[in-house]
């Protein structure tokens, strides 16, 4: 079965633009959650989303959002960029239950703030 | 709150030398353990996980770790380095949160594999 996809890849903007990035989960998982990686905070979780509600939030800025759609895809939207959002952002995606399964990620959105 | 420590940023091997990886975790309750390998300019893969049950967990591409609850570690192993392993391995401990398991990452151990 298809993985989970990211789009676009890489994105370069500006400082004080926004930007959104979308994310698809396997066939099947209600769960998405997103996840920054920087080299000097390393994978920092921002927030999960499980049937079109955002069920638990990491500790970041308001700046940061998410939505989810019925078919379970997500975007997740960033405002006002600062130089300091350049990342490696990851999106994963589980079935979301309370049975203990794992998180499937995807390869990534590389952004580039200047 | 949950924490991961890897206590190793970078790990040199030469090829087919064995390798382990050090996790240590902090939670308060029944840890729910991973351990993710990331090729550069790449999202995580999961290489295996532990739940409950045997201690010794196998995973794919000849990795396996062992959970410890006396030392509160979860070591990553592998008999046999080959040069495609050379990647970055991070450990994370998973907290129910609503119905999900959020994991919660280490800093990652980058391992460098010699010819």
């Known amino acids: 079965k298809a993985g989970v996809t990211q789009t676009p890849r890489y994105l370069i903007k500006t400082r004080g633009q926004q930007v959104t990035l979308s994310c698809s989960p396997i066939?099947?998982?209600?769960?998405v959650s997103w996840y920054q990686q920087t080299p000097g905070q390393g994978l920092q979780f921002l927030f999960e989303?499980?049937?079109?509600?955002?069920?638990n939030k990491g500790n970041f800025p308001g700046r940061f959002s998410g939505r989810q759609f019925s078919n379970s895809r997500s975007e997740m939207n960033v405002s006002t960029l600062e130089l300091g959002d350049s990342a490696l952002y990851l999106c994963?995606?589980?079935?979301?239950?309370?049975?203990?399964?794992?998180?499937?990620f995807g390869q990534g959105t590389r952004l580039t703030v200047v | 709150a949950q924490s991961v420590t890897q206590p190793d940023i970078h790990i040199t091997v030469s090829e087919g030398a064995s390798l382990e990886l050090r996790c240590n975790y902090s939670?308060?309750?029944?840890?729910?353990l991973f351990w993710y390998v990331q090729s550069p300019g790449q999202g995580l893969q999961l290489l295996l996980k532990?739940?409950?049950?045997?201690?010794l967990v196998q995973g794919i591409k000849g990795f396996e770790a062992e959970f410890k609850r006396s030392q509160s570690s979860f070591n990553l192993r592998k008999p046999s380095v080959h040069w495609s392993d050379a990647a970055e391995y991070f450990c994370?401990?998973?907290?129910?949160?609503?119905?999900?398991?959020?994991?919660?990452f280490g800093r990652g151990t980058s391992l460098i594999v010699h010819p």
């Open positions: 994963a995606s589980s079935k979301g239950d309370r049975d203990v399964t794992e998180a499937f």
């Open positions: 066939s099947g998982h209600r769960s």
């Open positions: 532990y739940f409950s049950g045997d201690t």
């Open positions: 989303y499980f049937s079109e509600t955002q069920r």
């Open positions: 994370a401990v998973g907290a129910l949160a609503g119905g999900s398991y959020i994991p919660t």
């Open positions: 939670y308060g309750a029944t840890p729910y």
